[in-house]
């Protein structure tokens, strides 16, 4: 956990991919949610149309059928011996029940052979109209087993009303001649009533055509669609194909995009269809994904917004983290290593020295008088000499794995890993003569400038037991260089005598000098 936690610190840009990451998947579950609803609606949907139009084939079928054995009435009827001879009122009675009066229904009449009204269910004597032209009439007369035949839409001779179609049949004579027709006419009025009374939305549509592509009546309704014929059209194709099904498809009136269910009308040459408007489908949808898609549009905007900022929190923390660690390791004057990181150095680079045979060498550096300096110049003065010292150091000290640092007061150290005396002799003498050329008056030193004083010690197999005797080695050799006279550089060897110090056996070695 804490390793997570460390990870996520040191990378914010982990915090954004997670929350990319997040948001990706809220998104995709809301994309699902969305698709799963819109897929609900199309259901609702189909299971409306597919309602409504078993409900409006149901009284369609009901109906025609009502109307049908009206008609098989009159023909059974005047089959019955003695009927023609009856009164004219009460031959009305049994050739015509009381279907023939019902809202909707016009006349039911019974012609020749020649198309003349021989009886009329709303007229006695008959109305006196010759229909030989209508199609109901031509096509019974010309077939012996049309059966119930629907005609297409007219306006009745023998009223002149409203736009009607009529249902027919034939009468046969016993020789099997024909003997004329039975027909009864239906206003059209009925259907779009019907058709009105269905909630099929603003876009909806519902139509009844002939098997031939004739249309009857369609909602919505336009009176100069009646009667036009849909052959050839992609729409009038598909219904053909099949005695029902459903499809999207657009209408050729009106060019709109529906979903179309249709029917067959069992027993009956008619076809109804029922669709409703892809728009008007999801419009409940769009709606609803309008407002869930905004909402998951704004929580994921907040998710990744909020995990920039926390990033960018991140990633200002690990900066002041690295400041602080910076100047907790770091000497505020000079800018270089400070005392506990340079112990830390020396400790790590003298085990690494130990496992691979490698030399060590450190350099204890000391400005000389530097007491005397600040008395006669300030401590304004005595800073920004320290600060030139330093600088000299750094620049002499230039390999990535050489560590400077001020050990304390006008102390400075030196870690140079890999190298041997000679080479750290080499760079001990170049910060000395670096200090001295910067030719900071200093009266009180006997070179009249400031100088430094350097003592080097250097790793030999087992000769230090432990980084801190190096650095007492190298102590012991700056100790040596202060009392040989100053601004010079000494290296420590082990001998076998006492040094004047005390306690560690030591004696100076070859000496560097600048003769000034």
Same mark, same amino acid.
């Given at each position: ?326 100047? @907790? ?74 560590? @400077? @640092? ?111």
């Amino acid at each position: 956990m804490f390793e997570r936690k460390a990870m996520v610190t040191r990378r914010p840009n982990i915090v954004i991919a997670i929350s990319i990451v997040l948001a990706s998947a809220i998104l995709a579950i809301a994309v699902w949610v969305l698709a799963q609803m819109r897929d609900d609606a199309l259901r609702r949907a189909q299971d409306s149309v597919f309602n409504v139009s078993l409900l409006v084939e149901r009284d369609v079928s009901r109906n025609l059928e009502i109307y049908d054995l009206s008609l098989r009435a009159v023909i059974d009827g005047l089959k019955q011996p003695g009927v023609l001879e009856l009164d004219p009122a009460i031959r009305q009675m049994v050739l015509f029940d009381g279907s023939a009066s019902a809202k909707d229904m016009g006349s039911i009449l019974v012609t020749d052979e020649a198309g003349n009204i021989k009886f009329d269910s709303q007229a006695t004597p008959p109305r006196r109209v010759n229909l030989s032209d209508r199609d109901y009439f031509k096509v019974q007369r010309d077939s012996t087993n049309v059966g119930l035949y629907i005609s297409h839409p007219f306006v009745p001779k023998v009223s002149g009303k409203e736009i009607s179609i009529a249902m027919s049949r034939r009468i046969t004579r016993p020789d099997g001649s024909f003997g004329g027709v039975v027909v009864g006419t239906m206003r059209l009025t009925y259907f779009r009533r019907l058709f009105a009374g269905m909630n099929l939305g603003a876009g909806g549509s519902m139509a009844l055509m002939l098997s031939d592509g004739t249309m009857l009546m369609r909602r919505p309704f336009d009176p100069k669609i009646i009667g036009i014929n849909l052959t050839g059209t992609a729409n009038y194709s598909r219904f053909t194909q099949q005695p029902s099904g459903d499809f999207f498809g657009t209408a050729a009136i009106d060019g709109v995009e529906r979903w179309y269910a249709f029917r067959h009308i069992d027993m009956y040459p008619l076809i109804l269809d029922v669709a409703l408007s892809t728009r008007d489908i999801y419009v409940e949808w769009r709606h609803r994904a309008w407002i869930i898609g905004s909402l998951i549009a704004a929580l994921d905007v907040t998710i990744i917004a909020l995990a920039v900022l926390f990033s960018y929190q991140l990633r200002y923390r690990r900066a002041a983290e690295e400041e602080l660690r910076v100047l @907790a390791r770091t000497d505020g004057l000079t800018g270089l290593n400070n005392r506990r990181t340079f112990e830390e150095h020396a400790e790590d680079e003298w085990r690494r020295a130990q496992r691979n045979a490698w030399p060590l060498s450190m350099l204890l550096i000391d400005v000389d008088s530097f007491k005397g300096f600040n008395d006669l110049y300030g401590h304004s003065a005595g800073d920004d000499a320290l600060t030139a010292v330093a600088r000299c150091i750094s620049q002499s000290v230039r390999r990535p794995g050489d560590t @400077a @640092a001020r050990y304390g007061g006008e102390e400075f150290a030196v870690l140079l890993p890999d190298t041997d005396e000679t080479g750290a002799a080499f760079i001990a003498e170049k910060i000395r003569a670096a200090v001295q050329a910067l030719q900071l008056r200093h009266v009180a030193s006997s070179q009249h400038v400031l100088t430094v004083s350097i003592g080097i010690a250097t790793t030999r197999g087992e000769a230090f037991a432990t980084s801190r005797a190096l650095l007492n080695a190298a102590d012991d050799a700056l100790y040596e260089a202060k009392d040989a006279g100053r601004n010079r550089v000494l290296s420590y060897r082990t001998v076998t005598h006492t040094s004047p110090r005390g306690g560690a056996t030591v004696t100076p070695s070859t000496e560097t000098r600048n003769s000034v």
